[in-house]
């Protein structure tokens, strides 16, 4: 009776393929608004001029879209079998993702541009202290989201386990893909916090460059990993095999 209930509580594997298929055709078209904001007709050289000035900023977000692509589609090979929350929680992604692209747009342009001194188009896309504070509280607040749904989706996967297609050998890498997305949210938090406590006249970089503790946290939990004091980030006590015992 148990066995049957959880049989029919999974997606088959025909809807799995093709809930895959509408997650990637979403981030697709998130690419595409990406472009989409910040194109223009091209009259003249100057709106080429302009349009390649944009190329960095596209760069960065698109690098954006695809991390959160490519955690998806990982997420997809180490538990195959899903079940609604698991489709509940991607299609929350695509929603997110969805609107995520505009204020990651907005602000990666406007950096291009203040990094280079205006050099690169978007200078004038922020123009008070307020606007500023607002962006960094949007992206940072939709990052956040955008990374707990992850969180929630690879926890989800090591609760049900093998019924979801999650092998046995494959519950360390979802365990620690848990324990980074749980640290990149709360970078996003952290981002966001500053953008009200500091004052910006003086550090309008500062929420910005919150998120470069993501790659310290990152090192600081690979040392973790490697000084055996647990297996994997927030995983149990690593135990010796009986191949490894003399």
């Not at 998806?72 to 993702?97: E, K, Q």
Request: a positive charge; one cysteine or more.
């Amino acid at each position: 009776m148990a066995d049957g209930d959880k049989g029919r509580s999974s997606v088959r594997p025909v809807e799995t393929a093709r809930l895959d298929a509408f997650v990637d055709a979403s981030f697709a078209f998130a690419v595409t608004l990406l472009i989409i904001a910040g194109a223009e007709p091209l009259n003249d050289f100057g709106d080429l001029m302009r349009a390649l000035g944009r190329i960095p900023a596209f760069a960065a977000g698109f690098g954006l879209v695809v991390m959160f692509w490519l955690a998806h589609r990982n997420f997809g090979r180490l538990a195959p079998i899903r079940d609604s929350w698991s489709a509940t929680l991607s299609l929350a992604i695509v929603f997110m993702i969805l609107i995520y692209v505009f204020p990651l747009r907005l602000l990666t342009e406007a950096g291009a541009a203040w990094f280079t001194g205006g050099v690169l188009p978007g200078r004038g896309l922020i123009q008070t202290l307020a606007q500023l504070r607002d962006v960094y509280t949007v992206y940072g607040i939709g990052f956040a989201l955008l990374c707990w749904l992850y969180f929630l989706l690879y926890g989800h996967a090591l609760k049900r386990g093998a019924v979801a297609g999650l092998a046995e050998a494959d519950r360390d890498e979802a365990r620690e893909s848990r324990a980074v997305w749980g640290l990149i949210t709360l970078a996003g938090l952290f981002s966001a916090l500053l953008a009200w406590v500091l004052p910006l006249r003086i550090t309008p970089w500062a929420p910005g460059f919150a998120y470069w503790l993501i790659p310290l946290g990152l090192l600081l939990m690979n040392l973790f990993q490697r000084r055996g004091i647990g297996h994997g980030p927030v995983g149990k006590s690593k135990q010796a095999g009986p191949d490894e015992v003399e």
